[in-house]
T-cell receptor, first 110, second 117 residues
């Protein structure tokens, strides 16, 4: 059974810092990996999708990497802003469903 | 396009009552997914439906829970005889005529927060 772990569970940084969020998964036979953002009281917003054949994806200040063989992904956020404060979730799929990690709660201090 | 709509946003039920959660997918989306988020836990898959068909319900508890996505109208997640352990946020997501894992395109609703007293 696929297990997804995210470290750290919570992170607090001053505005402007670059930061890295980590995601690991136990079954490397994945179709793709997706990073989401969850704001309090709201649904999830997709940030980046990495297909299993890809190694990274970039969108603006966000860069996600995937090392399928080691079961790891990182989300790099450059020049963090207070508006980046949210919970970040990674999810992997091996078939009909996505398996989510428990998330990293990020606070960017102005 | 109004996005994925869920109602009610908050639902309070007493033990033993029934809870009905509704999800209207985005226009043109024919795939619906239900996830549950328990306090301090990650999102857990419950069920994947297409119009009039349950494709995968491997995440649904065997008793008291059911889901449907009729030809007309919203998808419904129904919980009979609710217990305190059912208190959670229930999220619905939808994707266009391709499964989520194939396209990566998925939109989540804001969730229904169920509280069982």
């Amino acid at each position: 059974k696929q297990e997804v772990t995210q470290i750290p569970a919570a992170l607090s940084v001053p505005e402007g810092e670059n930061l890295v969020l980590n995601c690991s998964f136990t079954d490397s036979a994945i179709y793709n990996l997706q990073w989401f953002r969850q704001d309090p009281g709201k649904g999830l917003t997709s940030l980046l999708l990495i297909q299993s054949s890809q190694r990274e994806q970039t969108s603006g200040r966000l860069n996600a990497s995937l090392d399928k063989s080691s079961g790891r992904s990182t989300l790099y956020i450059a020049a963090s802003q207070p508006g980046d404060s949210a919970t970040y979730l990674c999810a992997v799929t091996t078939g009909n469903q996505f398996y989510f990690g428990t998330g990293t709660s990020l606070t960017v201090i102005p | 396009n109004a996005g994925v709509m869920q109602n009610p946003r908050h639902l309070v039920r007493r033990r033993g009552q029934e809870a009905r959660l509704r999800c209207s997918p985005m226009k043109g989306h024919s795939h619906v997914y239900w996830y549950r988020q328990l306090p301090e836990e990650g999102l857990k898959f419950m069920v994947y439906l297409q119009k009039e068909n349950i494709i995968d319900e491997s995440g649904m508890p065997k008793e008291r829970f059911s889901a449907e996505f009729p030809k007309e109208g919203p998808s419904i997640l129904r919980i009979q005889q609710v217990v305190r352990g059912d208190s959670a946020a229930y999220f619905c997501a939808s994707s266009p005529p391709q499964p989520w894992w194939a396209s990566g395109v998925v939109f989540f609703g804001p969730g229904t927060r169920l509280t069982v007293l």
